[in-house]
């Protein structure tokens, strides 16, 4: 009788930690991407104050913006709108770049928040939320130097 | 005399400063670029896909360069995305930039200047994870009025720049060799 009740707890104990191990399992493969533009953001600076900072000590700045594991700083840029594209995928690229600056923050958007970037002029002063992807450095077979990545970028109104 | 040596002067100048305009003219630059990876093995299919890159190619000397931020790549899972990102893998904090500096080899055979397309061979060194391998690639360059398209398919080999995996999962989901197909529109200036 009592081994009978044993048996009882060993069963439901290897089936719960099936499913708890299962569930977990399955919510790692399904886990879906983070949501940026739902998450804190980490910093809130200028364009040039980013594109100082990285030019002043690149490594540190990987340091304190990049995260080991792709989930890096969300940031809310504010900038002088120098330009509006758009990439192969159709999302629309601003470049936030001020006035006399060798670099900016190229900020890409998403299919959903596309329409606020479309809707900004050229000059203008704005807020980009962003995650970085990478900073600004000079390239020298590039001849140039590299703006900023920030993506999954919406306009902060 | 003395007003030919002016003359000449200003003559010079003005060759001088031509060819200065025509230089920086000859040099593209583009921002729009996609990068594909991809990898087949029989347990999975994986894709990831990059539109951060910046590239230039000068139209005179043949230069190629491009720069390709590692954590633009996006995939369908966000736990793929992870391990691509750590340290075992592509390890992006420590090398959040790949590169390709080279040139196109046979630059005699690419009329910028004429609409059409030619096939060109691309030879350089690609910088992955801070390891440094040539290669030698085939792609097309496309000409039409004002734009220029570069598309290029190849493969890379994981294990040359240091990326192996000996056991578990990513060894057997991941291919030891991935097709990379990249295509970048540049601009005359």
Known sequence: ?157 | MKTTKILLTALLTIAISMTAFSQTGDRLVSSKAHIKFFSTTPAEDIEANNYTSTSTINTSNGNVVFSVPMQGFEFPKALMQRHFNQANFLDTKQFPNARFVGKIANLDQVDFSTNGTYNAQVEGEMTIKGVTKPIRENGTITISGNSVEINSKFNITLADYGIEFVKGKPASNIAKTVEVTFIGEYQKQ
């Open chain 1, 1 to 157: 009788m009592k081994k009978k009740k044993l048996l009882k707890i060993a069963v439901i104990l290897a089936a719960a930690g099936l499913l708890i191990g299962g569930g977990v399992g399955l919510y790692m493969f399904f886990m879906p991407h983070r949501d940026v533009q739902k998450s804190p953001t980490d910093f809130a600076l200028t364009s040039s104050e980013l594109v100082a900072e990285y030019l002043n000590d690149f490594e540190q700045s990987n340091q304190k913006y990049l995260s080991q594991d792709g989930n890096s700083k969300i940031l809310e840029v504010t900038g002088t709108v120098a330009g509006i594209s758009e990439d192969y995928n159709g999302q629309k690229v601003v470049l936030l770049k001020d006035p006399g600056q060798v670099a900016g923050v190229s900020c890409t958007f998403m299919h959903e928040t596309n329409s606020n970037a479309t809707a900004l002029n050229i000059g203008q002063t704005v807020t980009i939320k962003g995650v970085i992807r990478s900073g600004v450095f000079y390239d020298p077979d590039l001849e140039m130097h590299l703006n900023a990545v920030i993506e999954k970028s919406d306009v902060i109104f």
